[in-house]
């Protein structure tokens, strides 16, 4: 496809593929009349580069080998180079079952004899009245695409495997479909319509599935009996004719048919051979080769990163025949409900329904026996929402952890006593020093760096700026250490950031935070960390998906994984929560100086902290129903602002941080909001926390997506909350539909399998920080929070006060 929207350039296409026959050393089998190579092979493993009908489909076929892996590689070289050059030119291969520009392209076939047949005959349909609901696209060859397999057999195996994969072939629908077709996609699996009501369906036995259950192969030589032909070839020339059932066609003297002359049409008869055979054009799922193969041809065109799932599937299926036979024989539900194999294979592409975030079954009742119609309206996007990162592919690997990184830290000014400081802002104008809430809690917002290292190096260094500057003060001030508050007198002691001018809207809306809210919760506070997939590894990435476009590729692979991290974020308040002391002022007014111990790790993330007032849900399917659904809420009520949203995961375009930008500029990184300000480090934040968290990302970017419901969601949200609480023993992860375990049972579980998915990727030090997040949950010593109790269960003020001087002059 053209990434311009526009028609391919076919001067693109044969000048990459010259350059490619050159390349791998393929020698040239075929030429249209323009002289152009539609065909070459690799004499050495007989691996092909073809055109299938049109320059807008590129097929690779492979040698025989016995080993799939073989196979993928050699794909994979013949691919990277291929797309490599179409990219040079704006152009890319997809792996979709329909060309997403068929629109515009210019759908005409090869310039050669057999496909001037092809076209010519299925172009006819309309000579057959109604005989069969056609459709109107003799030219679906032009721009749809399949995946095929041949697979050995035995003779004593045809019998089996055509009768178990005829019962399977509902579910290879399900799972593999990749053709969608309609104005809004409502059908998954349209390659089965296009072949079924073309001419090729006129006769039925020649497409689809056989539905019959054969006892011997005696029977199944009958069945191909019943198939018809439709071409013959002549002298070079292809001959057409209506179809014609194969033992009619050898019992017949002659047949009528046409030929093309390079002018026109010519009629002409001839006498049927037994050679003909060769020419019987079946378009059967499951259909037998002169080679003394089975060709599975039922499969959609599957996207580039999992495109030897379906040979694995039917090479597997195979080798398990008998195993597989067996259990379908023994099946009581599949089958007992008054649907057959063929109707349950229309059906099930469309029985599951994506629509507003919620998934519905269709519905599925035994009403055909009843004259009922069956509901089988609806969509699952299997191809639109499986955006993940692709591991196998060695570049992916190689560059799994590139990426971009920001941090910001919140801290209150204080003064000599532990009061909170009641000065102006010190950094008026300054870009990287700016005000949160109240006038007297800094933020430090970082640039954009390549690493974790750098950008805590950069927060160290205006760290130490504002450190050098507190402590010039004519009353000199600290930065507290801490994300919970020291000594609060009252709300008057949080005074409100104060903004003039064309800025002036910012006082007031934190006026009006401080009704909704209260100004305590405002003292709150934390790290946040913000991070990217690099560039260069999205768009190595991109090359491998369906999806033709880049924005929307990034948007929802960035989609899919604030989901993800919805489900698995709690994880991260877990290991860096280290909040469990407050002041007695902070919670009864006048009383200072009383260490309290809330039985929390980490106030602010815990029912204490700073939520909504309700449990926010999303539609993450695109980018416009997920700003929708954040809009909603400021159009109900509930939210002054789309920024009150105060939830732990925030997906943020570049520049200006609105929801116009982030819709019409895409998605640009993450932010993750959960860390509590570190008190035990240096710098307020650990890099192997950060890292972990990347850890965590990169490992939920290369999972396949899964269906997160409303419920899930809210379950969430809790999860998040629990996640804050002191002994992790006594709290559990909620799920909607499993047993509740605690939250360090499914911590020790998350991380084991990080711990195996990185294992295999024999990445440096990664093993070492997921030990040192594993042992938090072995060892609740370990944790910051458990530590910070130990140290500061008592004077929290006090010896707060004297790590803030010991931070400051370390600093300065």
């Not at 593999?176 to 090729?200: M, P, Q, V």
């Not at 116009?660 to 650990?686: C, Q, V, W």
């Not at 949200?717 to 992790?728: E, I, S």
């Amino acid at each position: 496809m053209n990434e311009k929207n526009e028609p391919v350039n076919f001067e693109v296409i044969y000048q990459a593929t010259d350059r490619f026959i050159d390349t791998f050393s393929f020698l040239n089998v075929s030429r249209d009349d323009n002289e152009h190579i539609y065909l070459a092979v690799d004499d050495k493993t007989g691996d092909g580069l073809s055109y299938d009908c049109s320059y807008n489909t590129l097929e690779f076929s492979f040698g025989k080998e016995e080993d799939m892996n073989v196979l993928y590689k050699r794909f994979c070289q013949y691919y990277t180079y291929i797309q490599k050059e179409l990219r040079k030119e704006g152009h890319m291969l997809t792996g979709m079952g329909i060309n997403p520009r068929y629109a515009v392209n210019q759908n005409v076939p090869v310039v050669s004899e057999r496909y001037r047949m092809l076209f010519h005959h299925l172009s006819s349909y309309k000579k057959y009245g109604n005989s069969i609901p056609f459709h109107s696209y003799p030219n679906f060859g032009l721009f749809s695409c399949a995946s095929q397999i041949q697979l050995d057999v035995e003779e004593e195996q045809v019998v089996p495997m055509l009768n178990t994969f005829t019962k399977l072939e509902p579910f290879k629908a399900l799972i593999l479909a990749n053709s969608l077709w309609g104005e809004n996609a409502e059908i998954l699996c349209s390659r089965d319509n296009f072949w079924r009501n073309s001419l090729h369906g006129l006769n039925r036995h020649n497409v689809d599935m056989y539905n019959v259950v054969f006892d011997t192969t005696d029977e199944i030589v009958r069945y191909i009996k019943s198939m018809s032909l439709y071409c013959v070839e002549r002298e070079g020339k292809y001959i057409n004719f209506p179809p014609v059932v194969l033992s009619k066609y050898f019992s017949s003297d002659r047949i009528k048919g046409e030929y093309f002359d390079g002018n026109r049409y010519r009629e002409i008869t001839f006498h049927p051979e037994i050679s003909d055979l060769q020419y019987l054009r079946s378009f059967k799922f499951e259909d037998l080769t002169f080679r003394g193969t089975v060709e599975f041809r039922s499969v959609c065109e599957q996207p580039v990163g999992e495109i030897m799932a379906s040979g694995a599937l039917h090479a597997g299926l195979m080798e398990n025949i008998g195993e597989l036979s067996e259990f379908l024989e023994k099946d009581t539900s599949i089958y007992h409900n008054g649907y057959n194999a063929s109707e349950l294979r229309r059906t099930f592409p469309q029985a599951f329904i994506w629509k507003g975030g919620e998934t519905f079954k269709s519905r599925q009742t035994d009403g055909r026996r009843n004259g009922e119609r069956k509901n089988t309206g609806g969509l699952h996007r299997r191809v639109w929402r499986n955006v993940m990162l692709h591991i196998e592919n060695e570049y992916i690997r190689e560059h799994l952890l590139d990426g971009a990184f920001g941090i910001e830290m919140e801290s209150l000014r204080v003064v000599g006593d532990g009061m909170l400081s009641q000065t102006a802002h010190p950094f008026p104008g300054d870009a990287h020093i700016v005000r949160d809430f109240s006038e007297n809690q800094t933020e430090i917002n970082t640039g954009v760096n390549e690493s974790i290292e750098a950008a805590i190096e950069e927060l160290k260094g205006h760290t130490r700026r504002i450190q050098e500057k507190l402590k010039a003060l004519p009353e000199p001030e600290l930065l507290w250490p801490f994300s919970n508050p020291p000594y609060i007198g009252g709300e008057k002691d949080v005074p409100i950031a104060q903004f003039d001018g064309k800025d002036a809207h910012k006082t007031a809306y934190r006026e009006y935070l401080s009704d909704k809210y209260g100004r305590y919760k405002m003292t709150f506070s934390g790290s946040h960390v913000n991070f990217s997939f690099s560039e260069d590894l999205l768009r190595a990435d991109f090359a491998l998906q369906s999806e033709p476009d880049f924005m929307k590729y990034k948007n929802k692979l960035y989609l899919e994984l604030a989901q993800k991290m919805a489900v698995y974020g709690w994880i991260l308040v877990a290991v860096t929560a280290a909040s469990p002391i407050v002041d007695s002022s902070f919670m009864e007014k006048g009383v200072y100086g009383k260490s309290v111990f809330t039985g929390l790790s980490s106030v602010r993330c815990s029912e204490l902290g700073y939520w909504n007032e309700f449990p926010p849900t999303f539609d993450y399917s695109d980018i416009d129903s997920y700003v929708n659904s954040i809009e909603k809420y400021v159009k109900n009520g509930l939210l002054k602002a789309p920024s009150e949203l105060y939830y732990p995961i925030r997906l943020k375009p570049a520049g200006e941080n609105n929801l116009i930008s982030l819709r019409k500029n895409g998605i640009n990184h993450i932010e993750l909001r959960m860390f509590d300000l570190n008190p035990l480090t240096g710098a307020g934040i650990d890099a192997r926390d950060v890292k972990f968290a990347q850890l965590l990302m990169v490992w939920l970017a290369t999972m396949p997506s899964w269906y997160v419901s409303k419920k899930d969601q809210v379950n969430a949200v809790q999860n998040f909350k629990n996640a804050a609480h002191y002994d992790l023993k006594t709290v559990k992860i909620a799920r909607t539909e499993k047993r509740a375990r605690s939250i360090v049972h499914e911590a020790l579980k998350v991380i084991g399998w990080m711990k195996e998915f990185y294992q295999g990727l024999k990445m440096d030090d990664v093993q070492q920080i997921l030990d040192f997040e594993y042992e938090k949950f072995v060892d609740p010593e370990k944790r910051y929070a458990w530590q910070v109790r130990k140290q500061y269960q008592e004077n929290y003020v006090e010896k707060g006060l004297v790590l803030a001087r010991q931070k400051q002059n370390m600093t300065v």
